[in-house]
């Protein structure tokens, strides 16, 4: 998955540029800027490359989701639908608008399971937020037409997998927004940086002032300008952007290395019987940033996560006991250790979530993921996939 195994001159030249004329903001300085504008210049590369209306970039994937909820104009004691397994950003962005992050179980997909998202809703739920983990997509048609029948907005968060697709379409473009982490492990990197992407007019319109301020972008005079509602500071630097502007025009690449590397070390695997795969949804297209596996149970699980490690094999995750990426290690959550007071209606809101997801347990503690580094050799992948099918198989030994 990630875009920093490819840093190289393409990113030093684009951030060269910047440094050449010493603007690092986005806005204004046009006199001395010598033309670049590299934040709307990766807005308008993404924008494209997504095929959607529009592109925005803010500081961080955090921020994107966090921006998009504000857009979608979503605030105190509304609820938001997300799923048990994502990373903490997912809730920390809702609670930030004010909001109440409902936990809803996950299924094969390793993403939000339609059904149990059904049950979720109350009157409310404002929008649902798909999280694309490990590079393969939610049911989004599903989705959809909950989110249609119930009048939700539906923000995907495609954070894991920039490139992939549903139904032909980008992962990102298919909801109402769609939002991307450009952080130092992601896919396509800034350093740190994130972008929303719609085909909404008025989501797009929001999305620029909401991010900086509030400002309304009309004219050359920052400080004459008018602030049509309340905002935030989440804009992105011009250094950050410079570096996506080089990655992002090496996604296919990427893409390609990672489906390459992904196909090799699956089909080593094919040997070992037990072992399953993630569900990918039907006109699904991951982008192999990850290969995940079910084990039988959830004991062989961790005797094979324990079995990859002590073959050597590194960036294998089993998410069931990590600390940031599954619920059951949420304790700062459902303890609501909150640094300020929460409002009445988060405290009570988010009791909800104080109980146990057997549907979710019975997956994740099942899976394994191995990140799919794009920087390995043909050679070093055909050795990692060997290694990786015997560390599996050494657990079944004795277990038939
Ligand atoms: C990385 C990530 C985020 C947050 O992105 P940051 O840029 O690190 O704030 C959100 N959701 C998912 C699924 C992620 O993997």
């Not at 989705?143 to 923000?155: G, M, W």
């Not at 896919?187 to 972008?195: H, L, Q, R, S």
Request: aromatic residues 8%; negative net charge; glycine residues 8%.
């Amino acid at each position: 998955m990630p875009g920093f195994e490819l840093f190289g001159e393409e990113e030093k030249k684009e951030v060269q540029d910047v440094l050449d004329n010493g603007v690092l903001m986005r806005y204004g300085f046009d006199g001395v800027r010598n033309g670049h504008y590299k934040t709307s210049e990766l807005e308008k590369n993404l924008a494209t490359k997504m095929q959607v209306k529009h592109a925005q970039l803010v500081s961080s994937g955090t921020a994107a989701l966090t921006v998009a909820l504000a857009c979608a104009g979503i605030g105190a004691g509304d609820e938001v639908i997300m799923p048990t397994f994502t990373f903490v950003a997912s809730f920390e962005a809702i609670l930030s608008v004010g909001a109440i992050p409902v936990l809803c179980d996950i299924d094969d997909t390793l993403t939000l399971a339609p059904k149990a998202v059904e049950k979720a809703i109350s009157s409310k739920t404002k929008a649902i937020m798909p999280v694309h983990m490990c590079g393969s997509m939610a049911d989004l048609n599903s989705l959809k037409k909950i989110c249609d029948a119930h009048n939700l907005i539906l923000i995907e968060d495609a954070c894991q997998a920039i490139g992939g697709s549903y139904e032909n379409k980008p992962l990102g473009s298919y909801g109402d927004m769609g939002c991307f982490s450009f952080d130092y492990v992601k896919t396509v990197t800034c350093g740190e940086g994130g972008a929303i992407i719609t085909n909404s007019e008025i989501f797009a319109d929001r999305a620029h002032k909401y991010q900086d301020h509030g400002h309304d972008h009309i004219g050359t005079d920052r400080g004459a300008e008018t602030h049509p509602f309340l905002g935030y500071n989440y804009r992105i630097s011009e250094l950050s952007a410079a570096v996506g502007i080089a990655q992002l025009r090496k996604l296919d690449q990427i893409i390609t290395l990672q489906k390459k590397n992904y196909t090799i070390i699956k089909e080593a695997m094919g040997v070992i019987e037990e072992v399953s795969y993630r569900k990918v949804p039907q006109n699904g297209i991951e982008s192999y940033a990850f290969l995940s596996i079910f084990l039988p149970t959830e004991e062989l699980a961790k005797k094979g996560h324990e079995a990859l490690v002590a073959h050597g094999i590194d960036a294998c995750f089993y998410w069931y006991t990590n600390n940031w990426h599954y619920y059951k290690k949420w304790e700062h959550l459902f303890e609501q250790k909150s640094l300020g007071k929460l409002s009445q209606e988060q405290q009570s809101g988010l009791l909800i979530n104080n109980r146990s997801f057997k549907d979710s347990d019975q997956w994740m503690s099942r899976t394994i993921s191995c990140l799919i580094k794009v920087s390995w050799s043909e050679q070093e992948v055909k050795e990692r996939a060997l290694k990786m099918t015997e560390a599996l198989q050494s657990v079944f030994v004795g277990s038939i």
